[in-house]
């Protein structure tokens, strides 16, 4: 059973413009949430996280926005650059315990065109 | 500040081979640390975590092993490997407490 859904394998938009990337959960005990980069053989890269307490967070060109109620959460990038091209993954993770394990979405490709 | 090493960086093994991916921490104490893997088209998948020397917990059933004989090493290891068993291996460390993981740069291996 897939907790952390990205529905969209790919997405691409024109440079300057709003990327959009969602991300559906289904477990009610998430409580944090985080956006990753990744590029092609490499380790991902935290973009930005989210509290469960809070409903938006920004830094710079990235913003999160969490809708608890629908358990959904997007990443929001303005204004997109040919740089940001490569795979977001959405990941949360769970309160209780100690060991704070993330379950990871699929991913999802992003292409800037420029 | 903080590094993680993974090594080897890539790694072609033949089917039934053992396996042993090594990875350290640096600049912080009593991390959790993570194996991943990522297969060919797919997300990331928990493979091991550890909140402690010696003290391993495992996702998923599979022809793995992990350990954590030091504070900051996680090994990954099989006594033999599978075809299936191809990825891209990825360590993490995280601090204890919600937030986030911290990735090395990942090893790929292809079993042959």
């Known amino acids: 059973d897939q907790q952390v859904k990205q529905n969209s394998p790919s997405l691409s938009v024109q440079e300057g413009r709003i990327s959009i990337l969602n991300c559906d959960y289904t477990?009610?005990?998430?409580?944090?949430f985080l956006w990753y980069k990744k590029y092609p053989a490499e380790g991902p890269t935290f973009l930005i996280s989210?509290?469960?307490?809070?409903d938006k967070n920004e830094d710079g060109r990235f913003t999160v926005f969490l809708n608890k109620s629908a358990k959904h959460l997007s990443l929001h990038i303005v204004p997109s650059q040919p740089g940001d091209s490569a795979v977001y993954f959405c990941?949360?993770?769970?309160?209780?315990?100690?060991?704070?394990?993330?379950?990871f979405g699929k991913g999802t490709l992003l292409t800037v065109n420029p | 500040s903080q590094t993680i090493h993974q090594w080897p960086a890539t790694l072609v093994q033949p089917v039934g081979s053992p396996l042993s991916l090594e990875c350290t921490v640096e600049g912080t104490s009593n991390p959790n640390l993570y194996w991943y893997r990522q297969a060919a088209g797919r997300g990331l998948q928990l493979l091991f975590y550890?909140?402690?020397?010696?003290?391993i917990s495992s996702e998923v059933p599979q022809n793995l092993s992990a350990s954590r004989p030091q504070d900051r090493q996680f090994i990954l290891s099989s006594k033999k490997l599978l075809l299936s068993d191809s990825g891209f291996y990825l360590c993490?460390?995280?601090?204890?407490?919600?937030?986030?993981?911290?990735f090395g740069p990942g090893t790929r291996l292809t079993v042959t």
């Open positions: 993490a460390w995280g601090l204890r407490m919600p937030g986030e993981q911290y």
């Open positions: 989210i509290s469960s307490i809070k």
């Open positions: 477990n009610s005990m998430f409580d944090y």
């Open positions: 550890s909140v402690g020397i010696g003290q």
């Open positions: 990941a949360a993770s769970a309160m209780g315990g100690s060991n704070y394990k993330l379950t």
